[in-house]
T-cell receptor
Framework: KQEVTQIPAALSVPEGENLVLNCSFT??????LQWFRQDPGKGLTSLLL?????REQTSGRLNASLDKSSGRSTLYIAASQPGDSATYLC?????????FGKGTLLTVNP | GAGVSQSPRYKVAKRGQDVALRCDPI?????LFWYQQALGQGPEFLTY????????KSGLPSDRFFAERPEGSVSTLKIQRTQQEDSAVYLC????????????FGQGTRLTVV
């Protein structure tokens, strides 16, 4: 079974801290790795998409890396803000299917 | 519209009632997916369409679940004789085409079966 594991399940940090969210996946035959943000009662917002041929993508304070050989991806958030509080989902794209992790619930305290 | 639109946003159904959930994908998007998200869990795959063809329905939990996309655009997920365990958020996603393109999700329909 294709699985995506996210660690930690929950994380609470003070405002301003840099932080790393981890994602691991089985089967290195992926097409891409996508990170989403989910706010309570809302849908999924795409943050970053890394193609299988890429090693990282950056958008503002966010940086996502991909290591296919080890089956790992990380999402780095710099200078965290209370508005970053949300659930972050790692999604593995293979063939046509998207396989989700259970997410990391991030709380950034003012 | 600019994004994936789902309706209704919220649905309360009595146990045994039939429900229909609608998804309007981004115009021109070939691929359409339905996912089910239980409370505190990540979304789980239900079914996949490429244009009007349903290429994978392996994630549908029972034969009470049925999805269609007759003209290759709007899709409907129908649940017959709803049960309490069907309570979840149902998410629809679309992407333009191809296996390596970005997926865009709607805001979901929260179904509560009472």
């Amino acid at each position: 079974k294709q699985e995506v594991t996210q660690i930690p399940a929950a994380l609470s940090v003070p405002e301003g801290e840099n932080l790393v969210l981890n994602c691991s996946f089985t089967d290195s035959a992926i097409y891409n790795l996508q990170w989403f943000r989910q706010d309570p009662g809302k849908g999924l917002t795409s943050l970053l998409l890394i193609q299988s041929s890429q090693r990282e993508q950056t958008s503002g304070r966010l940086n996502a890396s991909l290591d296919k050989s080890s089956g790992r991806s990380t999402l780095y958030i710099a200078a965290s803000q209370p508005g970053d509080s949300a659930t972050y989902l790692c999604v593995r794209g293979s063939n046509y299917k998207l396989t989700f992790g259970k997410g990391t619930l991030l709380t950034v305290n003012p | 519209g600019a994004g994936v639109s789902q309706s209704p946003r919220y649905k309360v159904a009595k146990r045994g009632q039939d429900v229909a959930l609608r998804c309007d994908p981004i115009s021109g998007h070939v691929s359409l997916f339905w996912y089910q998200q239980a409370l505190g869990q990540g979304p789980e795959f239900l079914t996949y369409f490429q244009n009007e063809a349903q290429l994978d329905k392996s994630g549908l939990p029972s034969d009470r679940f049925f999805a269609e996309r007759p003209e290759g655009s709007v899709s409907t997920l129908k649940i017959q004789r709803t049960q309490q365990e069907d309570s979840a958020v149902y998410l629809c996603a679309s992407r333009v085409t191809g296996l390596d393109t970005e997926a865009f999700f709607g805001q979901g329909t929260r179904l509560t079966v009472v």
